[in-house]
């Protein structure tokens, strides 16, 4: 569904309810905990960016009505027969055109994806990185190279917004050739490098990326898709939490990563820059 037309089926569901409760814009913005301006902006159609995750989640559970329903994918508001299970195990097809990734990204339309990645971001790596790393695992480079190609024509579109959080140790690994990145040649560390630095500040602010200490947090690769789901990777298959508690506990894990991150977005690109590959 086109991010327009999100906006406008979520903006009409939003006036149904207002016009159903009775209540004045004031009195509505307060009990799902906006002010009445905010509420104002929602309503008049002039951005297609939907409100914060914790807002919708108030709407939904203030006025029992689900999610789907809210933001126009489903014509049945009840929140009962449209109950998931509260954890799946997905594995994406070959064909990455069909994988789950693309469908999880398409339904995050218009809503905040927070990402912490196993190594280095797939939408920032090189096609020369992408054939290594692949080379070490039974996995199709040419997939994996439609999955980058895809990560990052979806972040160059208007109104996405991305969060990453990754070890700095990491980058600082991969710059040095150390762990599986031993036997990557230096030049193609450099490229690797200078190509992260290019996209990182290209990007920014729609795409931020932060660096923590991975000596004083850990994490496992996961994403948050907007309200929807938590895609925690496994290797060649996804562990799905679907349950509003588990997307806001991730939320809250992901924000905890940066607040102790050490290199702040608007630092990244500079850091990845000065890296050096002796």
């Known amino acids: 569904m086109d991010k327009r037309d999100l906006s406008r089926l979520f903006q009409t569901r939003v006036k149904i309810l207002l016009e159903r ?16 301006s905010a509420l104002s902006q929602l309503l008049s159609g002039q951005s297609t960016r939907l409100p914060r995750v914790e807002t919708l989640l108030n709407i939904a559970e203030k006025y029992a009505v689900s999610l789907d329903w809210l933001l126009g994918l489903s014509h049945d508001e009840g929140i009962t027969g ?5 954890m799946e195990l997905e594995e994406g097809p070959d064909n990455f055109e069909r994988t789950l990734l693309v469908r999880w990204h398409a339904e995050a339309t218009g809503s ?33 190279m439609h999955e980058t190609a895809f990560r990052l024509d979806y972040n160059r579109q208007p109104g996405t917004d991305m969060e990453v959080c990754m070890p700095v140790q990491t980058l600082n690994d991969f710059a040095s050739g150390h762990g599986i990145w031993a036997d990557l040649p ?12 290019g996209l990182v500040d290209e990007l920014y602010p729609s795409f931020r990326l932060y660096l923590f200490d991975g000596r004083e947090r850990y994490s496992v690769p ?32 992901f924000d905890g990563l940066i607040r102790v991150a050490r290199i702040n977005a608007h630092e990244t690109a500079a850091y990845i820059a000065g890296l050096n590959t002796a």
């Open 21 to 36: 409760s009775g209540e004045n814009q004031s009195s509505f913005a307060a009990s799902i905990g906006i002010d009445r």
């Open 186 to 197: 230096q030049d193609v560390r450099i490229e690797q490098l200078k190509h992260m630095a």
């Open 82 to 86: 449209e109950l998931r299970p509260s």
């Open 112 to 144: 905040k994806i927070r990402y912490v990645p196993a190594r280095i971001p797939d939408l920032l790596r090189t096609p020369a990185v992408i054939s290594y790393e692949t080379s070490m695992v039974p996995r199709d480079p040419s997939v994996q």
């Open 222 to 253: 996961y994403t948050v898709f907007g309200p929807y789901r938590v895609a925690l990777f496994v290797g060649g298959m996804y562990l799905v939490l679907n349950t509003t508690e588990a997307v806001l506990t991730m939320q809250r894990h």
